[in-house]
């Protein structure tokens, strides 16, 4: 299950985010996963379930959102933005081709909750 | 910080406070003494194994091995393909091997028994390697003695796709017997896939298995795919395989 991996990096990484910001709890968490990356949100989502247990992130919620593959051709020059794993330009049908994003798994946003003072 | 609050609030989200879009960020800041704060980050969460992947590529690089990932389903032949590997290389390579699996270390045992250095990595339900355990790995095998290294990872033809080992070359294999359209429905472990190789060729008699089409699917996901076909039983079947090694392990260093 590298759902499970997955989920305990975004943990993870949350916390370290919050931590250097003094912050004592973690409301809610934005992951955007890069269509290509093949992450599944609904088993991502379980997965956080169990993996914010006992640290900042317990009661927090996860949001993950699909981002499509977004392509420049070298051929064409064509932008496309496409839900596929195909490194090719849906255009033109090039195989010569810029990933620009839908291939990353990113931690985009926290809401944090920080004593004041 | 927030005009109206002070609370933290980043640029855009301001702006769109200001023109009074709603921004999903409310004023109940949690009770006295608290304030909410919404930070946005685009943090990169490989980062941490992408960073061990490009360690280990380098570390390699200085030991002169050539390091190639294996990625297939649970018995399409990883082993078998690296035991004739092995023998046909015979000593016109020095071969060693990481073996991945969730339990036991019986893919180790069968390629200690040729004599080469191996490392068994059991991930226990983890479902693929990561860059860390392969760090680890490396560690345990005599690199100096090494021109190739051969990572095998889980059996799995979904999971290992998303981590990248730093090995200099990536490979899905893809056997005869489990069917010719699984290549579009398994996407993932092609992504950063450099070749190709269909296995158990001389089964090919035996079942419906059309040859053309999963490496019609495989460049459509990857235009430069190179593409190999092989059985582990026909030895010299593999041997452009081994050239294909060879000659990547030339061009690095």
């Known amino acids: ?117 | 910080m927030c005009e109206t609050c002070g609370c933290g609030l980043p640029d855009e989200a301001k702006r769109e406070a200001r023109e009074g879009t709603d921004n999903g960020h409310d004023h109940d800041h949690g009770g006295p003494g608290v304030r909410r704060e919404e930070v946005r980050l685009y943090r990169n969460l490989m980062e941490s194994n992408e960073r061990t992947a490009r360690a280990n590529r380098e570390h390699l690089l200085e030991h002169r091995v050539l390091a190639v990932n294996l990625m297939s389903g649970p018995g399409a032949g990883k082993t078998a393909l690296l035991e004739t590997l092995v023998r046909v290389a015979g000593h016109r390579l020095r071969i060693g091997a990481i073996e991945g699996d969730l339990a036991t270390d019986r893919d180790a045992v069968r390629l200690r028994a040729l004599g080469i250095p191996v490392h068994a990595v059991t991930t226990g339900s983890t479902c693929h390697l990561d860059a860390a355990m392969v760090h680890e790995a490396l560690h345990a095998l005599p690199l100096g003695d090494l021109d190739l290294l051969f990572v095998e990872n889980v059996g799995n033809l979904v999971c290992p796709g998303l981590y990248d080992l730093g090995c200099h070359l990536n490979g899905v294999l893809l056997s005869v017997t489990e069917g010719d359209d699984k290549v579009a429905k398994y996407p993932v472990a092609f992504r950063n896939a450099q070749f190709f190789c269909l296995t158990k060729t001389d089964l090919l008699p035996h079942v419906a298995f059309d040859v053309d089409r999963p490496r019609r699917e495989a460049r459509l996901l990857k235009g430069d795919l190179r593409l190999f076909a092989c059985s582990a039983k026909e030895p010299q079947s593999v041997a452009p395989l081994l050239e294909y090694f060879q000659e990547a392990r030339r061009l690095l260093l």
């Open chain 1, 1 to 117: 299950m590298h759902e499970w991996s997955l989920a305990t990096g975004v943990v993870k990484a949350a916390e370290e985010e919050a931590r250097r910001r003094g912050a004592v709890k973690v409301l809610s968490v934005v992951v955007a996963a890069g269509f290509r990356t093949g992450v599944v949100p609904e088993l991502l989502e379980r997965a956080f379930e169990a993996a914010r247990v006992g640290t900042l992130l317990e009661g927090a919620a996860l949001r993950v959102e699909v981002e499509p593959l977004r392509l420049h051709c070298l051929s064409c020059g064509g932008e496309t933005e496409r839900e596929t794993y195909r490194l090719v330009c849906p255009r033109c049908g090039g195989g010569e081709v810029e990933v620009r994003s839908g291939d990353d798994l990113v931690l985009k946003s926290l809401e944090l909750e920080i004593p004041e003072g």
